[in-house]
């Protein structure tokens, strides 16, 4: 056997090789991440990490929970890092581009987080997201004038697609 032919039928092998490995992965879907509180109750969320128009650090977890295949609530929750403090209760005000999309309820009070956490209801606003395109969430940040949170498109979509999981 030539050195030629060697080196060809190693290049076609490791091709060929390739080409399975890519060809059998699953697509690359969002993290949404499923967790079952009980029997019957199932939470989705998605959790990233955001940066804010003042470069402060936010989690931003989205997340729902569905009873027996029903959606009970879709709640945006906000971590605002290092000691930021939120206005409570004060609406989020989600906006795509120019165009205002709604306010999400704030709902903190309904729970014991801190102070510079933020929980709203975003079931009304999920429900008009019709495209990946960025959000701009202005958050009622304690002491200051609101601050903006840019949502990009990956994350909108990922959000969309949480909204369709059952």
């Not at 209760?89 to 120019?98: F, H, T």
């Not at 014991?112 to 009304?124: A, M, S």
């Not at 609101?146 to 969309?160: A, D, I, M, Y």
Request: charged share 25%; net charge positive; hydrophobic share 40%.
């Amino acid at each position: 056997m030539k050195k030629c032919d060697l080196w060809r039928k190693i290049v076609i092998i490791i091709t060929v090789c390739l080409y399975l490995t890519i060809a059998n992965s699953p697509p690359a879907f969002a993290s949404i991440h499923k967790y079952p509180e009980t029997a019957d109750r199932v939470m989705y969320r998605s959790v990233q990490s955001l940066r804010d128009t003042d470069d402060k650090a936010w989690q931003v977890v989205l997340y729902k929970r569905v009873k027996s295949g029903m959606v009970n609530s879709f709640n945006l929750r906000l971590v605002g890092f290092p000691g930021t403090e939120l206005q409570h209760p004060v609406p989020l005000k989600v906006a795509a581009g120019d165009r205002e999309i709604g306010r999400a309820n704030d709902i903190w009070s309904k729970s014991d987080l801190p102070t510079n956490v933020g929980e709203y209801d975003f079931k009304p606003i999920i429900t008009q997201l019709e495209s990946n395109q960025p959000l701009r969430l202005n958050l009622p940040v304690k002491g200051q004038p609101e601050t903006t949170l840019l949502v990009p498109p990956f994350s909108v979509r990922e959000w969309r697609l949480l909204s369709d999981t059952n």
